[in-house]
């Protein structure tokens, strides 16, 4: 007796919606408040191991603090220089405090910026967190979409990192899910436009919520409507960014969907090794590379 093949569309238009939902639990509010940002230095000097270049590792933390663990052990056991993170902090746990502490525990400088207001005194934001001192950190509201329901508040956070071969300016980023290729892009163009002026090797990472899928009235996917991973490496390297990860390297897995929604971009750096890793208390796997400056960087 044949079987008949399992039509596996009409799970994935389902998951989708009920992932999608889910973000209801950390909704923003139908404004976006201007919320300052949160620094603080390392209150030691962090002993340093021999080793090449600089490590950048991105991770969306979907706003569970009992990842702490986890990205303390990973940062000393592969030598992070830099950790980008983004959904941090929940209802029950504020982002800054989450980040200070962590940056306790790894003797790092640390910035926060809120995005969403999620309760009195919650917040829910990007962070860095550095070995290297932080300097002319800065917030960038991008765009607004007001999506049919669960829409959020979006920013990028920026940082000059001053390691010890010359500053590398960085851009945390987390942005829409429910958006089409073109509007997209558009989120991100300030951010661009910011770097655009700074001379030197820069970085551009985070949650980039790249899914290639088409979406009507940002209610409706249509996988494989529209080629957003494309769409954004093409900006990107249309201002002279790349990447060393392919577009096929999930770091986002849902039913049927390898979905790859976070990136690493670099500019005026040269890759060398880097991993796609997974971790608990999240959906989202985390993105690491290690870096050198390029001769042209250098000449800067």
Not at 124 to 144: F, H, K, M, W
Not at 152 to 165: D, F, P
Not at 239 to 264: E, S, V
């Amino acid at each position: 007796m044949r079987h008949k093949p399992r039509r596996i569309w009409p799970d994935i238009i389902a998951g989708l919606f009920g992932m999608f939902a889910a973000v209801g639990r950390v909704a923003a509010s139908d404004s976006c408040l201007s919320m300052p940002v949160t620094e603080q230095a390392a209150t030691a000097e962090i002993e340093r191991r021999a080793q090449d270049g600089l490590a950048i590792a991105s991770v969306n933390m979907a706003g569970n603090p009992r990842i702490g663990d986890a990205l303390a052990s990973l940062a000393r056991d592969r030598g992070f220089d830099v950790l980008l993170l983004q959904e941090v902090g929940e209802r029950s746990s504020d982002g800054s405090v989450f980040v200070a502490t962590l940056g306790d525990r790894l003797g790092y400088h640390v910035a926060y910026a809120p995005a969403d207001r999620l309760g009195d005194r919650e917040t829910q934001g990007l962070a860095i967190l550095s070995r290297d001192p932080l300097q002319d950190v800065r917030t960038y509201p991008l765009e607004r979409h007001h999506l049919s329901f669960k829409s959020r508040c979006r920013i990028g956070l920026a940082a000059t990192v001053a390691t010890t071969t010359g500053p590398v300016r960085l851009m945390n980023v987390h942005l829409d899910t429910r958006i089409n290729s073109r509007e997209r892009i558009a989120q991100l163009e300030p951010l661009l436009e910011a770097l655009d002026g700074v001379e030197g090797p820069q970085i551009i990472a985070g949650d980039f919520n790249t899914m290639n899928i088409g979406w009507l009235g940002t209610m409706f996917p249509m996988p494989y409507a529209q080629q957003q991973v494309s769409a954004v490496r093409k900006r990107l390297e249309e201002d002279g960014f790349n990447t060393p990860f392919g577009d096929n390297q999930a770091t986002f897995k849902f039913l049927h969907l390898p979905l790859r929604l976070d990136w690493i971009f670099l500019k005026g750096l040269a890759p060398f090794d880097w991993s796609v890793d997974t971790l608990p208390f999240t959906d989202h796997r985390g993105v690491s590379v290690r870096v050198k400056r390029t001769v042209d960087s250098r000449a800067h």
